[in-house]
Nanobody, 122 residues
Framework: QVQLVESGGGLVQAGGSLRLSCAGS????????MAWFRQAPGKEREFVAF???????EYTDSVEGRFTISRDNAKNTVYLQMNSLKTEDTAVYYC????????????????WGQGTRVTVSS
C-alpha cells in the first residue's frame, strides 16, 4: 500500500508556472508507475502525464511541451512542472500510483492522492 499527498497548487495568471509535488510513502515507491490526472469542474477526470519506474514519460497532447513530469525516488516524490499555463488548465490535479505499470485510464491506478487545486486566471 502507498499513500500519496499532493501539494503546490494555487492561483496563477495565464502564462505563468507552477510546480506540483506528490510525496509517496513506502520502500517500493521507485517500482511504481506514477501519473498525474486532472478534473475540471463538471468534467471527468482525465490523464495528464505518466512516468515509468525507468523514467520514461508520456503526456496528453494538450500539455505536451508545456508540462514536465519527473521523479526523485530518493525522496519518494513525483513532480509536475507546469509552464505557459492556460485558463483551460484550471482543475484539481491528482497524483496516482500503479504497481503494475503505466496506463492512461483512471481505473488502472489503485492509489490516489487527495488532489491539489490549480486555478489559472486570464
Amino acid at each position: 500500500q502507498v499513500q500519496l499527498v499532493e501539494s503546490g497548487g494555487g492561483l496563477v495568471q495565464a502564462g505563468g508556472s507552477l510546480r506540483l509535488s506528490c510525496a509517496g510513502s513506502g520502500r517500493t515507491f521507485s517500482r511504481y508507475a506514477m501519473a498525474w490526472f486532472r478534473q475540471a469542474p463538471g468534467k471527468e477526470r482525465e490523464f495528464v502525464a505518466f512516468i515509468r519506474s525507468s523514467g520514461t514519460t508520456e503526456y496528453t497532447d494538450s500539455v505536451e511541451g508545456r508540462f514536465t513530469i519527473s521523479r526523485d525516488n530518493a525522496k519518494n516524490t513525483v513532480y509536475l512542472q507546469m509552464n505557459s499555463l492556460k485558463t483551460e488548465d484550471t482543475a484539481v490535479y491528482y497524483c496516482a500510483a500503479n504497481p503494475s505499470g503505466v496506463a492512461t485510464t483512471t481505473p488502472s491506478y489503485p492509489y490516489w492522492g487527495q488532489g491539489t487545486r490549480v486555478t489559472v486566471s486570464s
